[in-house]
Nanobody, 115 residues
Framework: QVHLVESGGGLVQAGGSLRLSCAAS????????MGWYRQAPGKQRELVAQ???????NYAAFVKGRFTISRDNAKNTVFLQMNSLKPEDTAVYYC?????????WGQGTQVTVSS
């Protein structure tokens, strides 16, 4: 069983920055993909960014140039540096991993950007 612990959400003014982190633990021999999704009220959950253990990245168009995903493979941890935040970035951000233990979602962390 895989367990994800997220941290780093909070309240920030527009133009500010936050850094999210997500650490995976449990019965994992290999974590292939780690990424972040978000879900705003009344909207579907959507991909923000993801990264393979080989370093390939995939970003949603709406965050390119503002958000950066990175990983510490030795610690099975993924980070999301979010800069130039906008009110429309307000959402619950979920970590997701695809590993030898299967597909796992974190509990989510709230990010609120005030105008």
């Amino acid at each position: 069983q895989v367990h994800l612990v997220e941290s780093g959400g909070g309240l920030v003014q527009a133009g500010g920055s936050l850094r999210l982190s997500c650490a995976a633990s449990g019965s994992i021999s290999r974590v292939n993909v780690m990424g972040w999704y978000r879900q705003a009220p009344g909207k579907q959950r959507e991909l923000v960014a993801q990264m393979t253990n080989g370093g390939s990245t995939n970003y949603a168009a709406f965050v390119k140039g503002r958000f950066t995903i990175s990983r510490d493979n030795a610690k099975n941890t993924v980070f999301l540096q979010m800069n130039s935040l906008k009110p429309e970035d307000t959402a619950v951000y979920y970590c997701r991993t695809l590993s030898s233990g299967g597909l796992t979602w974190g509990q989510g962390t709230q990010v609120t950007v005030s105008s």
